[in-house]
């Protein structure tokens, strides 16, 4: 056997090590942080809160209450947490579950959860404040706030970025680093304009406003230009905008070790459960970053469909999808922070109805807040058990219960 033989033959063989080592640390990352592997304790659905706001509607308060027990023990979820708000009121909050499975710590009512990208219709209400108020544009033009943001060749605005017609990436594999996905980064930022040195000089999916492309990194980009109009930090304009008016105090951006209440985060399925892997949400504040409560999110459901916190017209401004740039409907029905369209799954294929919604998935977590504008009904629940189903189940859940709240006014 030759020299060059013998040096080809340990290379690949050091190459094949260090894909063997890769492969198991992926594996063993999978299994440690990623795949339920624990038994939840027994009877751990024992535990419930439960709250009615409204003496007519007690009726209602137990239907819903009802329906979200079942969901959770069909899913063996670690907790499910779920408020509906009626006409502009509150009408019922529950939960059931623990909110911390190693302290055998309850869930209630005021629990906070990860909402995940249903952050995005936060910020976009902080937005359209903004542009009621005269401090921003939709078209304007990213570099008109930020001069320092590279062009694209083609003008990148407002409105692109918060309708996911930008061209910027979402989240992304990167086999260089390790864990090999930015859904999981646990850098630090402390303000709003670092955290687009993450993806900033990246290429685009697209010449903006030639595409779609669905991105919470678009919403951090949001959040930098919403700063730099507002001559106010990104977290301080949520503050002022929407929290405060609307007495939202269990809603903030999660920072370690300042949030009260905050549950434990856990992926689980068929009564397993898996603690997650810590993470840094400072890089998607804007749109994947912030953690409330359901009675929370319906009380700012109630409020935009009751004309509460901005002007009807603003509303419907962004209520509406978003065309492509050939003037068809982009394929998720988004509008600007929320997507809408016409459902089937609240009164059947003979009566669809108009609802306005975004759910969320996070490391932990999932969330889903539906408004039914032409019912006056917001609807949201959150979970601290990221299952395969619990995403798509809590959206059926909520459709169900409008169908209740629909059948009972």
Do not use: C
Not at 148 to 173: C, K, N, W
Not at 299 to 308: E, I, S
Not at 362 to 369: K, T
Request: hydrophobic fraction near 45%; proline fraction near 5%; charged fraction near 20%.
């Amino acid at each position: 056997m030759t020299s060059k033989v013998k040096r080809t033959l340990k290379i690949i063989g050091l190459l094949a090590a260090i894909v063997a080592v890769y492969v198991g640390a992926a594996a063993w990352y999978i299994w440690k942080w990623e795949k339920p592997h624990l038994p939840l304790p027994a009877a751990h659905l024992e535990h419930s809160d439960k709250q009615v706001y409204v003496e007519n509607h007690v009726d209602l308060a137990d239907a819903a209450n009802h329906a979200m027990v079942k969901l959770a023990r069909q899913l063996e979820t670690v907790s499910l947490s779920g408020a509906l708000a009626l006409d502009g009121d509150l009408v019922w909050a529950g939960s059931i579950g623990l909110a911390d499975v190693e302290q055998q710590i309850p869930a209630s009512i005021e629990s906070r959860y990860r909402i995940g990208s249903v952050s995005k219709s936060l910020t976009a209400i902080a937005l359209a404040r903004m542009v009621e108020l005269g401090l921003i544009g939709l078209d304007d033009q990213v570099q008109s706030h930020l001069p320092d943001y590279p062009r694209f060749g083609a003008p990148m605005t407002v409105r692109q970025l918060a309708g996911h017609l930008s061209g910027i990436r979402h989240y992304e594999m990167n086999l260089l680093e390790f864990p090999p996905h930015d859904f999981y980064l646990d850098t630090h930022f402390d303000d709003v304009i670092s955290a687009t040195e993450v993806f900033k000089t990246d290429n685009l999916k697209f010449t903006p406003g030639q595409g779609f492309h669905y991105s919470t990194y678009g919403y951090t980009l949001l959040s930098a230009v919403m700063q730099q109009a507002a001559g106010m930090p990104f977290l301080d304009l949520m503050q002022t905008l929407v929290f405060d008016p609307l007495d939202m105090n269990a809603t903030a951006a999660e920072q370690p070790g300042s949030v009260d209440n905050l549950v434990e985060f856990y992926n689980s399925d068929n009564g397993e459960y898996g603690i997650t892997r810590d993470v840094d949400l400072s890089i998607k504040w804007a749109g994947g970053g912030l953690v409330s409560t359901p009675s929370d999110l319906v009380t700012l459901g109630a409020a935009l469909l009751n004309d509460r916190l901005i002007q009807p017209a603003t509303r419907q401004a962004f209520f509406a999808t978003q065309p492509m740039f050939d003037g068809s409907e982009n394929p998720q029905a988004y509008a600007l922070g929320w997507r809408h369209h016409e459902t089937i799954n609240i009164l059947g294929e003979d009566q669809p109805v108009d609802v306005v919604h975004h759910g969320g998935t996070s490391v932990g977590g999932v969330a889903f807040l539906l408004l039914v504008p032409d019912h006056n009904i917001s609807i949201a629940f959150l979970s601290n058990g990221a299952g395969g189903e619990t995403r798509r189940e809590i959206q059926m859940l909520a459709y169900r219960i409008a169908a209740m709240a629909i059948a009972q006014k």
